[in-house]
């Protein structure tokens, strides 16, 4: 099977408007978290707040990783711009996104190339600030009266979050609508739709748009995945199910950390048949050779990770590459900071590549930017790119207690905590990223960066 190269790179991460921004932020080893605003959900986030873990209705983590000071001009798209302006962030986030790509892959404005490109979006089907706002009154009138009469109290009424503009009813269309609007815009071809694989979406995405390029169906495809579900929602979400530490720290790879940081944000590539990239002389940032994905079924529970089932997802990637494990020169781990699913991964990783006598360097920028969910992916794809291309490993922060064992593959020797250069002087370079959702879905990718296609990553 065909390799797929990577022509074009776009991101818009907590405060990275761009792949080049992100790369001098973690080279910088800057920490791009901070608490939440009035600004991010409407409402003074001390009225929900309470440190006390596990009560209704509250949430006892302020921390996050946010979009902020970004600009939007909706003249640049070919989109009415009324309707533009009337659109979630989930539209304008991914039109931008999807234009950066494009561009940054040499493409854009060659309308022949761009009629045989398609677009998949992984997105998290999870409500959207505006989708709230549009949603709300109806759920409001349905139980408003249901509740007054329970509480035998007449008057009573929900709170209602005044809207900041009013929405479109495009806005309850975020599980697919996206995609269409990034083909509309850019005038791509007819195969464009949005995936929820939860946390593996990003390379769930590629894996379905490198079918429809291998297959001939397309002859350039934008892959990626977006995360922009409301704030507040996320918080309650996350504070429900106690995704976040209670004792504060979240520090992946860590034996101290003990939960996640949620963050949003979008990262795309722009994929080509390798051997079409070649013959055109595009800019191969790197190359696809494995992608291995599966699913745990039935496992204990929506949030236990299953080392059996990770461990699949890693022998599918490098059967497909026709790889061994020790052939990886880095390891960009999934590292939420969860002790259940960081240990687990760790127990993976252990197995699998233990069993093949390989040791590679490892890490994860979620210690830099928090966990984007189903974008996460992405973050540590660009991360990997950049990397390949300036020959050296940023540092992994914050990690003072490494969660393996000394002897281990993610050992205190093996992870990475200052600025690294590549560890070998081989022609090819090879990094290996998982990404781990919800309910099983795993994912594993291997990318390649060889000598002859070394070129200037901008």
């Given amino acids: 099977m065909e390799k797929i190269a990577i022509i ?34 409407g409402v003074d986030p001390t009225i929900f707040y309470d440190s006390a873990k596990g009560k209704p209705e509250k949430i ?68 959207t600030k505006l989708s709230n706002q549009l949603l709300s009154p109806i759920y409001r009138r349905t ?44 005038s791509l071809s007819g195969t464009h739709f949005c995936i929820d694989a939860a946390c593996s979406s990003a390379f769930y995405s590629i894996k379905l748009a490198s079918h429809y390029l291998q297959t001939g169906k397309a002859d350039l495809m934008l892959a990626g995945a977006i995360s922009c579900s409301d704030p507040l929602f996320l918080r309650m979400l996350f504070s429900g199910i106690q995704g976040y530490p209670e004792n504060g720290i979240s520090r992946p790879l860590d034996k101290a950390s003990r939960g996640l940081v949620t963050s949003e944000g979008i990262g795309m590539v722009v994929l080509k048949r390798y051997s079409d990239a070649v013959r055109d002389g595009d800019n191969i940032l790197a190359t696809v050779c494995g992608n291995g994905l599966s699913n745990d079924g039935r496992g204990k529970h929506l949030l236990s990770p299953n080392a059996k089932g990770q461990i699949l997802a890693y022998e599918r990637a490098y059967q497909e590459a026709q790889l061994s494990p020790k052939d990886i020169d880095y390891l960009e781990c999934h590292a939420t900071g969860t002790l259940l699913g960081d240990t687990t991964e760790c127990n993976s990783v252990e197995s699998f590549f233990k069993e093949h006598q390989a040791s590679p360097l490892v890490g994860s920028a979620k210690s830099n930017v928090g966990h984007l969910l189903v974008g996460a992916g992405m973050v540590g794809l660009t991360k990997a790119i950049y990397s390949l291309n300036h020959g050296v490993i940023p540092p992994t922060i914050n990690v003072d207690e490494p969660i393996g064992a000394e002897n281990s593959v993610i050992s205190p020797k093996n992870i990475v905590k200052t600025t690294t250069p590549w560890p070998n002087n081989n022609s090819t370079k090879r990094v290996a990223l998982s990404a781990f959702g919800f309910g099983g879905t795993n994912s594993h990718i291997i990318l390649e960066k060889t000598a002859k296609d070394a070129k200037d990553t901008k």
């Fill in 143 to 186: 139980i408003d009266g249901a509740i007054a009469q329970l509480l035998q109290d007449q008057d009573f009424h929900l709170a209602a979050i005044p809207p900041t503009t009013k929405p479109s009813a495009y806005n309850a269309m975020i599980s697919g609508l996206p995609a269409a609007l990034i083909a509309q815009s850019l």
């Fill in 8 to 41: 074009g790179i776009s991101c818009l991460f907590p405060d990275a408007n761009n792949p080049e921004q992100f790369w001098q932020n973690i080279t910088n080893q800057k920490n791009s978290t901070s608490e939440v605003t009035l600004a991010e959900i």
């Fill in 60 to 127: 006892y983590f302020l921390q996050g990783g946010f979009i902020r000071n970004f600009k939007f001009d909706p003249s640049e798209y070919n989109l009415p711009p009324t309707l533009v302006n009337s659109l979630d962030n989930t539209f304008k986030w991914s039109l931008y996104a999807a234009k950066q790509a494009v561009q940054h892959s040499g493409y854009l404005g060659n309308q022949k190339a761009l009629a045989k490109c398609g677009v998949i979006l992984g997105t998290l089907s999870l409500p």
